[in-house]
């Protein structure tokens, strides 16, 4: 295949996706047509689309996404979020901004569970918000603290986008989880860090005045959400059980994963049963566990095609030879391993900007992943480098996914896309932070995977 007929499958992939068209039509129309292009043959093409979709949807890794979402579902919609929300808030008395640092440790806490940053944001906009704002926190500093902490979702294993990278460079999703841990769990210091050292120099950012804390008016809307207090709502002894048995469901699955007992399929098997019985002592109604089941059908389904045409698009980009050209011509540049590097986090970065992060991956793994290999790159620090710099879109303007589904939870018409940029600013650039210090020091990735 010609140089004019593997830039022309790019282009149309990327002319479909900027024209609105869904990232999975676009995908699979423009893998159809480089078949077309390499072999001439319709029937070669229908064929070629026919096997590969036997052979992906066939694949038990297809069902680890739905049953990691049905665990975090289950636990989100028994209350246990707000269970971990409190219990951070009493153990963080003693900070400054604890109410902020409280969030970032139960967003820390539920990413172990769910997986889905935007299932994170949802929740503690209704839960973290209310409260932070019936204590006098400013608005875009509030704000900022539920949009920014809830990336964590996407870092802290299980991660539906450390599942998709996996599917897409055949990587041990077990391996995977494990490497995320260390970097998720700095990006969350680091963002307790700014959360405290912000309170002490600017104490009117969490509503303290000469060290006293006040409460604030609040919206009919907001003072509903945020109910008679995080103190006076349940037992500290209730509570604390409903966490050490989310800890032990944590233990438990990602445990059984790591130390391989079983495979990451059965230990979602096993978090979703056991994330449904968790849940039904703590009262779900049978008509919230069918509105659950449907809620993941309906967001899984789309998501599981997705993976389909993104691995016909890569075995098209094999077969062509982009991905031998892409590698070449980045190469010949003479920019080096660090500068190549820089130059994949920059097109992650402008693309963050335009689309959501799991259509970057699909875009862009299978011809940045083999790219990275060869120059050394190791690919389980790679991925999580990978994840994190798409993060960052997740947070920048003008597509923002998570602003704007804060936006839309947040008990507070008043509340303006900007603010929630603004004050989401500290958090991105602690993303950006950890992607150079696994740049520098790729153990903080491959040390547990390694043990």
């Not at 503690?124 to 704002?133: G, K, L, Q």
């Not at 875009?140 to 809830?150: I, K, N, P, R």
């Not at 011809?367 to 790159?377: E, V």
Request: one cysteine or more.
């Amino acid at each position: 295949m010609g140089h004019i007929d593997m830039i022309a499958i790019v282009a149309v992939v990327l002319g479909f996706v900027f024209a609105g068209v869904h990232i999975a039509i676009a995908l699979g129309i423009t893998a159809a047509l480089g078949i077309y292009l390499l072999t001439g043959d319709i029937e070669v093409v229908r064929s070629f689309v026919a096997n590969t979709a036997y052979e992906a949807l066939r694949d038990y890794v297809f069902a680890v996404i739905p049953l990691f979402m049905l665990m975090g579902d289950f636990l989100a919609k028994c209350g246990a979020a707000r269970d971990l929300y409190t219990l951070g808030n009493r153990a963080s008395k003693w900070l400054p901004g604890r109410l902020a640092a409280a969030t970032i440790l139960a967003n820390a806490l539920f990413g172990f569970v769910t997986g889905v940053s935007i299932a994170a944001a949802a929740a503690f906009s209704r839960i973290a918000y209310p409260e932070m704002r019936r204590y006098g926190y400013r608005r875009d500093f509030a704000l900022g603290c539920v949009a920014g902490s809830a990336c964590l979702g996407m870092l802290i294993p299980p991660s539906v986008l450390m599942i998709v990278w996996c599917v897409l460079t055949e990587l041990s999703i077990g391996k995977l989880f494990l490497a995320g841990v260390i970097p998720g769990l700095l990006a969350a210091a680091g963002m307790i860090v700014y959360v405290v050292v912000a309170a002490k120099l600017k104490p009117e950012l969490v509503g303290e005045t000469h060290a006293s804390r006040r409460a604030v008016p609040l919206g009919a809307d907001v003072a509903r959400a945020a109910g008679p207090g995080i103190e006076d709502e349940a037992s500290f002894r209730a509570m604390f059980v409903s966490m050490m048995l989310v800890i032990a469901l944590i233990i438990g699955t990602l445990g059984s994963i790591w130390l391989g007992l079983c495979t990451p399929t059965e230990g979602a098997g096993i978090g979703a049963v056991g994330s449904l019985i968790l849940a039904m002592i703590k009262g779900i109604k049978p008509r919230e566990v069918w509105q659950v089941v449907l809620d993941v059908g309906r967001t899984s389904g789309p998501l599981l095609l997705l993976l389909f045409c993104a691995q016909l698009y890569s075995r098209v980009l094999s077969m062509t030879g982009f991905t031998e050209a892409a590698k070449t011509f980045l190469l010949a540049t003479g920019a080096g391993p660090w500068g190549i590097l820089l130059v994949m986090v920059g097109i992650w970065f402008v693309l963050g900007c335009l689309i959501d992060s799991i259509s970057i991956i699909l875009l862009t793994v299978p011809i940045f992943a083999p790219i990275a290999m060869h120059l050394g790159f190791d690919p389980l620090a790679f991925a999580i480098m990978g994840i994190l710099a798409i993060e960052t879109g997740l947070l920048t303007p003008p597509f923002g996914i998570l602003v704007f589904t804060v936006k839309a939870a947040v008990p507070d018409k008043n509340v303006e896309l900007a603010e929630i940029f603004r004050g989401s600013i500290p958090y991105w650039v602690v993303l950006l932070a950890v992607v150079a210090a696994l740049a520098v020091f790729p153990q903080l990735a491959t040390f547990l995977p390694s043990l």
